[in-house]
């Protein structure tokens, strides 16, 4: 169950590798000061998309919870409302991301020479909002019913379509890299239709017909409680990432394309932690509602153990490839030697977010997110906390960034 959520989720490998090909094309064939541009974005791309998928997350639990308890009146209550409301926070979140973007720009040091082209790299990526977030919750109210491939195999086809769409405009067409974001925006409302249109061919228990266009108030609260919990638990991460960004863009023009791409890697690597949390969740929740708690605690077990195992293998791989998986993205030395330093370092801190994710699954699977809202608050506060002091005031080099990398 959990390994299509790896891949599929918004952010999960799949959708890393969007932003992963971007970030290859444009390293390859734009160049050093358009890859710097992406990258201090990153955080920032990071944050909204992280909010988006909490947001899809936090509305699925109490449609997991009445599917398990098979009470499924009212697990199409939630899933109307589910649905209007994530209408309203897509339209909401894109005027305001699109609006606040250079002045975010700005507030985080991004250099004066690549600032526009960051600006309309990221302008064009929140603009699909309304897509990233439909797709999300087409693919929770599935994962909520057992079902963790279906949307995974749409993601394939766009992930495809998303690689040739970059090669097209960025060699082609010139575009730099807002083709790259473009492309991205494109395949994204691709995967977000063929959901739409699985869900109403092939999923007998969403058929809800006139429901659809019913909106719950008494439903509201508990609805959006979730949702908001959850998607500010997964923000909270990523505040801490455009925090320790702020700090890179005063660190030069090679160490932002260096932290750039071994970011992408430590994206790569952290994600299927994070979603094999995800799938403990929609495990937890489902013998919840079904009063299975024999079942809840072996869960628990078992994914803690998977957790466990993934943190010391890709501590291993991350460390010994540094050097080889640096060289997929750039050709300068003095970049690709400041990215295996930092790649490396960051690869001796995975086991410690590994246990982290899995037991804030739990807590979210049995309906106690605040545990995992003030303990993604407390490691994003002192993450940013440490870079500032040994990069700011004590003057160490990348390698510091991670230090303070500690999981509560």
């Not at 209007?84 to 897509?90: D, N, P, T, V």
């Not at 990233?132 to 079902?147: E, I």
């Not at 239709?193 to 109403?200: E, F, N, P, S, W």
């Not at 929609?282 to 998977?306: E, P, S, W, Y």
Request: aromatic share 12%; net charge positive.
């Amino acid at each position: 169950f959990a390994l299509p959520l790896i891949q599929q989720l918004d952010d999960g490998v799949l959708h890393l590798f969007y932003n992963l090909a971007d970030t290859i094309i444009v390293g390859r064939f734009v160049g050093v000061e358009a890859l710097a541009a992406v990258g201090s974005v990153g955080g920032l791309n990071y944050l909204v998309l992280g909010f988006v998928n909490g947001i899809a997350c936090g509305f699925s639990i109490p449609i997991s919870w009445t599917f398990g308890a098979k009470d499924y009146k009212e697990m199409r209550r939630y899933t109307a409302n589910t649905v209007w409301l994530s209408i309203a926070f897509a339209t909401v979140l894109t005027i305001v991301t699109v609006a606040m973007t250079r002045l975010v720009l700005v507030w985080t040091n991004t250099p004066a020479d690549i600032i526009d082209l960051a600006d309309i790299y990221i302008r064009t990526i929140f603009a699909g909002i309304p897509f990233t977030l439909l797709y999300n919750v087409t693919s929770a109210l599935m994962r909520a019913l057992g079902d963790s491939k279906s949307a995974l195999y749409f993601l394939m086809i766009s992930s495809v379509l998303n690689i040739g769409g970059d090669l097209f405009f960025v060699e082609v067409l010139n575009w730099g890299s807002n083709g790259c974001a473009l492309s991205t925006v494109i395949s994204e409302a691709l995967c977000c239709v063929l959901c739409v249109l699985y869900i109403r061919w092939k999923v007998p228990i969403l058929q809800l017909g006139r429901r659809w266009l019913v909106f719950d108030g008494s439903l509201l609260r508990k609805t959006v409680s979730y949702g908001w919990a959850s998607a500010m638990q997964q923000a909270t991460v990523q505040l801490g990432k455009i925090a320790v960004q702020a700090i890179v863009n005063t660190m030069g023009v090679s160490t932002m394309a260096a932290f750039t791409a071994a970011s992408r890697i430590d994206d790569f690597a952290y994600t299927p932690q994070q979603n094999i949390g995800h799938a403990m969740t929609t495990l937890m929740a489902q013998n919840r509602g079904a009063g299975k708690h024999d079942r809840v605690k072996q869960g628990f077990l078992c994914g803690m153990r998977i957790e466990g195992v993934y943190g010391v293998l890709i501590a291993v791989v991350c460390f010994g490839g540094a050097p080889f998986i640096m060289k997929l993205f750039v050709t300068d030395p003095e970049v690709i030697h400041l990215g295996v330093r930092f790649l490396r370092t960051v690869s001796l801190f995975y086991l410690m977010p590994a246990f982290t994710n899995g037991i804030q699954g739990f807590f979210r699977g049995v309906g106690d997110l605040k545990v995992t809202l003030v303990s993604s608050t407390i490691n994003m506060l002192f993450r940013a906390a440490a870079a500032a002091v040994f990069v700011l005031m004590w003057k160490l080099e990348i390698e510091a960034l991670q230090i303070g990398r500690a999981h509560v």
